[in-house]
């Protein structure tokens, strides 16, 4: 025996409303993935303001009066040590933001629109029931009012 129409969308319905779901499981995991990027990006920029800052205040230190080459010297490498260190922190939020944060933020976007994709697909679907719906509504109050003009009218 086929299936009725109605029995179709209704299964196409079940079907819609699945993957909706599913999209909204997939925008929630991509949602969760952009705010662990957005978290990283902001610490390792902090770490990196952090170091320039150490340096900056560094930087302020003079050599004593009298100081001896070698401690101006160890003075100067530490100096270097904190500028490469400042440098290679920031050069890793540079990094981690474009190898973590852009393609976290593209998948993101992608999720939202699936979602919207697969919620209008569903709108569709229901849609159509709706007027299905209607359409038996109208039929039904059509035979009734038939029915009633028959009995109102003795035909049988």
Do not use: C, I
Not at 13 to 19: D, S
Not at 55 to 63: D, W, Y
Not at 115 to 130: D, G, P, T
């Amino acid at each position: 025996m086929p299936m009725s129409r109605a029995d179709v969308l209704t299964s196409l319905l079940g079907l819609r409303q699945v993957e909706e779901r599913q999209a909204e499981r997939d925008l929630a995991a991509a949602l969760a993935a952009l705010a662990a990027a957005e978290a990283e990006v902001a610490r390792l920029r902090a770490e990196a303001a952090k170091s320039a800052a150490a340096l900056a205040s560094r930087r302020r230190e003079q050599g004593l009066a009298g100081e001896r080459a070698a401690d101006a010297l160890a003075r100067r490498r530490f100096w270097e040590r904190l500028r490469a260190e400042a440098a290679a922190q920031a050069a890793a939020a540079t990094e981690f933001e474009r190898a973590h944060l852009g393609p976290a933020q593209h998948a993101e976007e992608t999720a939202r629109t699936a979602h919207l994709r697969a919620r209008q697909r569903r709108e569709v679907v229901e849609r159509a029931l709706a007027r299905r719906a209607a359409a038996r509504r109208r039929e039904d109050e059509r035979r009734a009012e038939a029915a009633a003009d028959d009995r109102r009218h003795g035909r049988h």
